[in-house]
């Protein structure tokens, strides 16, 4: 039945790769987009300093999310040795729709593994428009 084998063929690394990112691709499928999933939601802007240890210069991103995005709340690390990273602001963003909150700011670790740990972490902002 199933031919599509994750495990089959490549190197262990490149094989856990392209896992990682199927397994990101599926989660995005499961989310849905932010008009069906949050229809009161215009815009979302995430604002964030990006550091990665070891780089002494932060990086500045911003990150756009509208109605036809994926409601899959996620920032992807910039490291490259890190396998399945990011900064996950799925509970920060679905918990200020639930208030109806138009700001927020924190701090967030990479989730993911790689030679350190702590490597990176973002400072950041988001700001919620409502229709
Ligand atoms: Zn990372």
């Given at each position: 039945m199933g031919e599509a084998s994750l495990l089959k063929g490549g190197k262990m690394n490149n094989s856990m790769k392209r896992?990682?990112?199927?397994?990101?691709?599926?989660?995005?499928?499961?989310a849905g987009f932010v008009a069906a999933q949050?229809?009161?939601?215009?815009?979302?802007?995430?604002?964030?300093i990006y550091n990665q240890r070891g780089i002494q210069k932060s990086m500045p991103?911003?990150?756009?999310?509208?109605?036809?995005?994926?409601?899959l709340f996620r920032v992807d690390c910039l490291n490259k040795e890190c396998v399945d990273g990011g900064f996950d602001l799925n509970q920060v963003i679905t918990g200020m729709?639930?208030?109806?909150?138009?700001a927020a700011k924190g701090d967030l670790i990479c989730e993911g593994n790689s030679t350190s740990a702590n490597h990176s972490t973002i400072a950041y902002e988001v700001a919620i428009q409502y229709t």
């Open positions: 896992a990682a990112r199927e397994e990101r691709q599926q989660r995005k499928l499961d949050f229809p009161e939601v215009a815009g979302i802007a995430i604002s964030m991103r911003v990150v756009n999310f509208f109605p036809d995005s994926y409601a729709i639930r208030n109806h909150k138009e």
